[in-house]
C-alpha cells in the first residue's frame, strides 16, 4: 500500500511529513527565502532490472544540450543541468512563479555490478533516461574438497 492511498489525496501542509510539496514558511517576506525553490532540482526514479540499472529524470523544457550526465571515478553518476530564468518583458504582470531555474545536480553511488564503461542515455517527451548495464550473476563455482595431509 503506498503512502498516498493509506493517507488519502489530502492537500499537503507544513506539518505534514509525508507531503511532497515544499512549503516555503517566509513566503512573501520582503527578504529572499533559503528554502529550496533557490536550489533547483529534478525528480529521478532509479529501478534495478535483472540486467540494468535504469535511471529515469523529469527535466521539462530542457534539450539535450543543456543536460551533463558523467561517472565520477567509475562509482557515481552525476546527473545535472541548468534551467534559464524566463525573461520578463516590459508590460508583463506576473501572478505567481512556481517553476524552478538554475542550476541542479543529483548523485548516485553506483553499486558494484553496475558496467559503467556501457553506459547509455537518451531523452524523449521531457524524460531523460540513464541505462546502465549489470554484470552477469555470478555462479557458484565448483567447490573442489582438498585432502588435508597429516
Not at 34 to 44: A, H, K, L, V
Not at 78 to 98: L, M, N, P, V
Amino acid at each position: 500500500m503506498s503512502i498516498t492511498a493509506f493517507f488519502g489525496n489530502r492537500r499537503p501542509n507544513a506539518f505534514d511529513p509525508f507531503s511532497l510539496d515544499n512549503w516555503d514558511p517566509f513566503d512573501g517576506f520582503p527578504f529572499p527565502s533559503i528554502t529550496s525553490n533557490d536550489r533547483p532540482s529534478t525528480r529521478i526514479d532509479w529501478k534495478e532490472t535483472p540486467t540494468a540499472h535504469v535511471f529515469k529524470a523529469d527535466v521539462p523544457g530542457l534539450r539535450k544540450e543543456e543536460l551533463k550526465v558523467e561517472v565520477e571515478d567509475g562509482k557515481v553518476l552525476q546527473i545535472s543541468g541548468e534551467r534559464s530564468k524566463e525573461e520578463k518583458s516590459a508590460g508583463d504582470t506576473w501572478h505567481r512563479i512556481e517553476r524552478s531555474s538554475g542550476k541542479f545536480s543529483r548523485r548516485f553511488r553506483l553499486p558494484d555490478d553496475a558496467i559503467v564503461q556501457d553506459v547509455k542515455a537518451s531523452m524523449e517527451s521531457g524524460v531523460l533516461t540513464v541505462t546502465l548495464p549489470k554484470e552477469a550473476e555470478k555462479k557458484n563455482a565448483d567447490v573442489r574438497s582438498i585432502q588435508i595431509s597429516d
